[in-house]
């Protein structure tokens, strides 16, 4: 069954606390995205990585947050410090190359206190 | 200006309704075109692709595209109550993959 899967599904933390996201890919897609949904803003493309290589993370506050792929079948967001206003759910998404659809994890839903 | 863009809604439809949802997108270097569904508290799933002008049917989903006016739309024909969802129109350039905010539709009974 080829899925993304997060971890973990839902983290509370306190403000000023560093908080790590995983990612694990569907084996074989050689693009990720890290995205944020709230209400207001709707889905943020944060980061996406091609090949392991980071294309794009100009929507990624980069004083706090920071993405990473060590390898093909891992994706790390890490925040530190985090903030209240971090809370979201974060989504990780994955696809396979060409123009192909992304298929997406369950989310990582994060509420910082 | 959003790369790409939504009608805000929420839109409300009766059971057994066309319900028509639309995205604009700003690059005209866009390359393939997606809707995603999703449920409250779930993830997007994707419901349609479609990649060259004109229609795409699928069951009760058409999904309609006019890249000279850089327009995608999506018609759900017969809705029902378990259509009700929010639906994310996506844009793909050379694998950057854009959402729109999403309409968030309610199809009463």
């Known amino acids: 069954d080829a899925r993304v899967t997060q971890t973990p599904r839902h983290k509370v933390t306190e403000m000023g606390q560093e908080v790590t996201m995983r990612c694990q890919p569907i084996?074989?897609?050689?693009?990720v995205f890290w995205y944020r949904q709230t209400m207001m803003q709707g889905l943020e493309l944060l980061a996406y990585f091609r090949n392991r290589a980071p294309l794009d993370d100009s929507g990624m506050p980069k004083d706090r947050f920071s993405a990473e792929m060590p390898d093909a079948t891992l994706a790390t967001l890490k925040i530190q410090p985090s903030e209240p206003r971090d809370s979201a759910v974060y989504f990780c998404a994955s696809l396979v190359g060409g123009q192909a659809e992304a298929f997406f994890g369950q989310g990582t839903r994060l509420t910082v206190v | 200006q959003k790369e790409v863009e939504q009608n805000s809604g929420p839109l409300s439809v009766p059971e057994g309704a066309i319900a028509s949802l639309n995205c604009t997108y700003s690059?005209?270097?866009?390359?393939?075109f997606f809707w995603y569904r999703q449920y409250s508290g779930k993830s997007p799933e994707l419901i349609m692709s479609i990649y060259s002008n004109g229609d795409k049917e699928d069951g009760r989903f058409t999904a309609q595209l006019n890249k000279a006016s850089q327009y995608v739309s999506l018609l759900i024909r017969d809705s029902q109550p378990s259509d009700s969802a929010t639906y994310l129109c996506?844009?793909?350039?050379?694998?950057?993959?854009?959402f729109g905010a999403g309409t968030r539709l309610t199809v009463k009974p």
């Open positions: 084996l074989g897609h050689n693009t």
């Open positions: 996506a844009v793909n350039k050379n694998n950057d993959m854009r």
């Open positions: 690059d005209r270097g866009s390359q393939s």
